[in-house]
């Protein structure tokens, strides 16, 4: 017996697309919308750092390179761990209190070995964000206000240890941790080997692993990434804790450069983090973000302070000023670019 296939009748538009007239220029505006979000940082770092090497001698020189290269490592240690916040759609604006508690922390702990210098502010910072990560995950508090509880708490307990900022403890500089903070591989400080190899091993967290999957599945849907079955509230713990962790580390490796536990820093190192965070492509919504584009954030925002101190005549202020129109030009973007892409 012979049996006939019949074919059901075809659109105008469903023969367009067969075609591929229409998805073939949906896809590539979505791929172009997709490059440029996470991208576009890379872009401008890259037309910002050519202008400035063509506009001042000092600019491209090996020692200025270095010191922007070493002071961006500690607030892209901090801004890594903002990363995985951000893309599971929080928010942790404890950091900057965490960096000065863990820099004070780890120069106390300098008289007791370099073991303790290191362990102490990890420990205390990691237990910090452990804090966070349950109230935010299991009491389902508000993260802007956990956070920022943990900020003001943070910060009391770092001038408690200095007695309100009277006491400045000293790193020795023959110490180990000083040499950790302060030496140099192949022209490179320390604390930059430290952070690229923290980003590289965060990249492989966040693509090829298990939990980078849940990061973004519980930022994509939360509801709908505890129905897959992701342990959505253990995922929000270690965010946090990784961040508090990191913000530790970073303050560490900062006390040891300065060989000092200067109680004044981490002022606002929370939002530049954010900053960063954003300005490489994170959505603040969740659910979408890049370690790498991160990283450009930071230098992004590192290159335009001292192309700002490079004119001289510019106010130091003007760095916040630019630093805003950038992440108001970036969230702007992201949106436009978000709705663009729901439309297609």
Same mark, same amino acid.
């Given at each position: 017996?012979?049996?006939?296939?019949?074919?059901?009748?075809?659109?105008?538009?469903?023969?367009?697309?067969?075609?591929?007239?229409?998805?073939?220029?949906?896809?590539?505006?979505?791929?172009?919308?997709?490059?440029?979000?996470?991208?576009?940082?890379?872009?401008?770092?890259?037309?910002?750092?050519?202008?400035?090497?063509?506009? #001042?001698?000092? #600019?491209?020189?090996?020692?200025?390179?270095?010191?922007?290269?070493?002071?961006?490592?500690?607030?892209?240690?901090?801004?890594?761990?903002?990363? #995985?916040?951000?893309?599971?759609?929080?928010?942790?604006?404890?950091?900057?209190?965490?960096?000065?508690?863990?820099?004070?922390?780890?120069?106390?702990?300098?008289?007791?070995?370099?073991?303790?210098?290191?362990?102490?502010?990890?420990?205390?910072?990691?237990?910090?964000? @452990?804090?966070?990560?349950?109230?935010?995950?299991?009491? $389902?508090?508000?993260? #802007?206000?956990?956070?920022?509880?943990?900020?003001?708490?943070?910060?009391?307990?770092?001038?408690?240890?200095?007695?309100?900022?009277?006491?400045?403890?000293?790193?020795?500089?023959?110490?180990?941790?000083?040499?950790?903070?302060?030496?140099?591989?192949?022209?490179?400080?320390?604390? @930059? !080997?430290?952070?690229?190899?923290?980003?590289?091993?965060?990249?492989?967290?966040? $693509?090829?692993?298990?939990?980078?999957?849940?990061?973004?599945?519980?930022?994509?849907?939360?509801?709908?990434?505890?129905?897959?079955?992701?342990? @959505?509230?253990?995922?929000?713990?270690?965010?946090?804790?990784?961040?508090?962790?990191?913000?530790?580390?970073?303050?560490?490796?900062?006390?040891? !450069?300065?060989?000092?536990?200067?109680?004044?820093?981490?002022?606002?190192?929370?939002?530049?983090?954010?900053?960063?965070?954003?300005?490489?492509?994170?959505?603040?919504?969740?659910?979408?973000?890049?370690?790498?584009?991160?990283?450009?954030?930071?230098?992004?925002?590192?290159?335009?302070?001292?192309?700002?101190?490079?004119?001289?005549?510019?106010?130091?202020?003007?760095?916040?000023?630019?630093?805003?129109?950038?992440?108001?030009?970036?969230?702007?973007?992201?949106? !436009?670019?978000?709705?663009?892409?729901?439309?297609?």
């Amino acid at each position: 017996m012979t049996v006939t296939k019949t074919q059901a009748p075809v659109s105008v538009d469903e023969g367009k697309r067969a075609a591929g007239a229409e998805p073939v220029g949906s896809a590539r505006s979505e791929r172009l919308s997709a490059l440029v979000q996470q991208h576009g940082a890379l872009a401008v770092l890259v037309i910002v750092s050519l202008v400035a090497t063509f506009s #001042f001698d000092s #600019f491209a020189t090996g020692d200025n390179v270095s010191n922007m290269a070493t002071s961006s490592a500690f607030l892209a240690i901090v801004a890594l761990g903002m990363t #995985f916040v951000i893309i599971t759609g929080g928010i942790d604006l404890s950091v900057g209190s965490l960096f000065a508690l863990g820099g004070v922390l780890a120069a106390w702990g300098s008289r007791h070995g370099t073991l303790v210098a290191l362990l102490l502010p990890l420990v205390v910072c990691g237990a910090v964000g @452990v804090v966070n990560g349950l109230l935010v995950a299991r009491s $389902r508090l508000a993260p #802007f206000i956990v956070t920022l509880a943990a900020m003001l708490g943070a910060r009391g307990l770092m001038l408690a240890i200095t007695d309100e900022g009277a006491n400045t403890y000293l790193i020795g500089k023959g110490s180990f941790l000083a040499e950790l903070g302060q030496g140099t591989t192949l022209g490179l400080g320390n604390p @930059v !080997w430290i952070m690229l190899a923290l980003f590289v091993a965060g990249a492989v967290v966040l $693509r090829r692993t298990r939990f980078g999957q849940h990061v973004y599945a519980v930022g994509g849907n939360e509801d709908a990434a505890a129905l897959m079955g992701a342990p @959505v509230a253990r995922t929000k713990i270690l965010v946090y804790t990784l961040s508090g962790v990191l913000a530790g580390l970073a303050g560490a490796l900062n006390a040891a !450069w300065l060989a000092s536990g200067v109680t004044i820093l981490g002022n606002g190192m929370e939002l530049e983090a954010i900053s960063a965070v954003v300005i490489g492509g994170t959505l603040l919504t969740g659910g979408l973000g890049y370690v790498s584009g991160s990283l450009v954030g930071v230098l992004l925002l590192k290159v335009i302070q001292n192309v700002i101190n490079q004119i001289g005549s510019l106010d130091s202020s003007y760095q916040q000023v630019v630093s805003g129109a950038f992440l108001a030009v970036v969230v702007v973007a992201q949106t !436009w670019l978000g709705r663009r892409r729901q439309l297609m």
